[in-house]
T-cell receptor, first 116, second 113 residues
Framework: DAGVIQSPRHEVTEMGQEVTLRCKPISGHDYLFWYRQTMMRGLELLIYFNNNVPIDDSGMPEDRFSAKMPNASFSTLKIQPSEPRDSAVYFC??????????????FGSGTRLTVV | GENVEQHPSTLSVQEGDSAVIKCTYSDSASNYFPWYKQELGKRPQLIIDIRSNVGEKKDQRIAVTLNKTAKHFSLHITETQPEDSAVYFCAASGVRGSYIPTFGRGTSLIVHP
């Protein structure tokens, strides 16, 4: 299995532009998570899905952020409009049945977003 | 919700020394405690975990201990090597049957050769 696949690996965009981050979870995993990592705030859970349905989006910082999971093999995190303070590494993770070691909790390689 | 505190934020040791990272959690219902290692520029990866029905678990040079009464758990790395240098995250989960982890802020471990 190729693991959790994220694209792009790096994204540099100008303030005000729309940014779309993509994630392909491990086949068969029923949970998908989006995290944001910064030096100031560490790893923050933004939103997670179970069987393609958003379960908890309380970590989404504001309305500029939205996430979708149209099918079991694809999810997007969109920021519109982007701001410099959105600069961070965004990780996608997937798991089977929520993430105990019996079922695996695997991170993707992340997308490093820089908004200038 | 669950709150996980992790200390220290940075830890510098000489090669061969031991390193200890400590975490506390707030929700007594948490019952699963994984540790992740994140090397520079890479993804966090699970290195060891422990469940609440076990007090200690070892895997070669790393071990994790859990004190449920005090609600704290620790990662111990013995005979540290330069390749142990990374950011380590603790997490707690299991509240209300969910394994969604709450992460600590991370500890940057530097092992000097």
């Amino acid at each position: 299995d190729a693991g959790v696949i994220q694209s792009p690996r790096h994204e540099v965009t100008e303030m005000g532009q729309e940014v779309t981050l993509r994630c392909k979870p491990i086949s068969g995993h029923d949970y998908l998570f989006w995290y944001r990592q910064t030096m100031m705030r560490g790893l923050e859970l933004l939103i997670y899905f179970n069987n393609n349905v958003p379960i908890d989006d309380s970590g989404m910082p504001e309305d500029r952020f939205s996430a979708k999971m149209p099918n079991a093999s694809f999810s997007t995190l969109k920021i519109q409009p982007s701001e410099p303070r959105d600069s961070a590494v965004y990780f996608c993770a997937s798991s089977l049945s929520g993430g105990s070691s019996d079922y695996g909790y695997t991170f993707g390689s992340g997308t490093r977003l820089t908004v200038v | 919700g669950e709150n996980v505190e992790q200390h220290p934020s940075t830890l510098s040791v000489q090669e061969g020394d031991s390193a200890v990272i400590k975490c506390t959690y707030s929700d007594s219902a948490s019952n699963y405690f994984p540790w992740y290692k994140q090397e520079l520029g890479k993804r966090p990866q699970l290195i060891i975990d422990i469940r609440s029905n076990v007090g200690e678990k070892k895997d070669q040079r790393i071990a994790v201990t859990l004190n449920k009464t005090a609600k704290h758990f620790s990662l111990h790395i013995t005979e540290t090597q330069p390749e142990d240098s990374a950011v380590y995250f603790c997490a707690a989960s299991g509240v209300r049957g969910s394994y969604i982890p709450t992460f600590g802020r991370g500890t940057s471990l530097i092992v000097h050769p």
